[in-house]
């Protein structure tokens, strides 16, 4: 018989769970026709906003961190019913500028356009402090930097699809407790806290998007 602590408990988690759960989109729209990029894209949100997309007829680009962690993905999408010729998997590094840069001239080099980007990688409470090839914090570069860049530099190809054009950032709730952004200490060793890294980078990934929307 379950007491009365356990009965709250499971309550409680019910509740906390429906919480974080929220709304789910019921739509049925088609999007054949059309190109996809999403990023972080070979598990988790990543992963299912894939399978979404492919299902509804996109094609899509998955942008991976792990090539080998890609290949399962797409393995396993294709056993959920994904077109596996209209899912393309390239290397992403957030962490390098490099990487992005070599990821956009693999699309632009392939693509007239693009549709929909989700910007969906990132990292949580990275444990220690360090500092990327390119002389930036690690979650800073990888949540905030990184995406802004690739967001900039497919801006042609998300112009050229015109008013069709989504870009989607997932971003975390976080960013609500977030202080004032000093940009001069972002990239400092002293003070920084794992927490505060990441509720900086998701406001400024909130906030950047306001930027491409004007």
Same mark, same amino acid.
């Given at each position: ?65 792990? =090539?080998?962690?890609?290949?399962? %993905?797409? +393995?396993?999408? $294709?056993? #959920?019913?994904?077109? @596996?010729? !209209? ?66 530099? =497919?801006?042609?190809?998300?112009? %050229?699809? +015109?008013?069709? $054009?989504? #870009?989607?950032?997932? @971003?975390? !709730? ?41």
């Amino acid at each position: 018989k379950l007491g009365t602590p356990v009965i709250n408990v499971l309550i409680n988690k019910l509740i906390f769970s429906s919480y974080l759960k929220g709304k789910q989109y019921q739509g049925k729209e088609s999007a054949k026709g059309k190109v996809a990029i999403v990023t972080g894209a070979n598990c988790g949100i990543g992963k299912q906003i894939v399978r979404e997309l492919s299902q509804r007829g996109a094609k899509v680009y998955m942008g991976c961190r792990n =090539l080998e962690a890609g290949q399962t %993905a797409l +393995a396993e999408l $294709a056993k #959920v019913g994904c077109c @596996s010729t !209209r899912l393309v998997l390239l290397q992403l590094d957030l962490c390098s500028f490099s990487s992005i840069k070599s990821f956009c001239d693999e699309v632009a080099a392939a693509e007239s356009k693009v549709d929909i980007l989700v910007n969906n990688a990132g990292v949580m409470f990275y444990p220690k402090f360090k500092i990327t090839e390119d002389g930036h914090e690690l979650t800073w570069q990888t949540n905030y930097l990184g995406h802004f860049l690739l967001t900039a530099s =497919l801006l042609p190809l998300l112009e %050229a699809a +015109a008013d069709e $054009a989504r #870009v989607l950032n997932v @971003s975390a !709730r976080a960013h609500y407790y977030a202080g004032p952004i000093n940009l001069e200490k972002v990239d400092q060793r002293s003070g920084w806290d794992r927490l505060e890294a990441y509720k900086s980078s998701k406001l400024a990934q909130v906030r950047f998007l306001n930027i491409f929307k004007n």
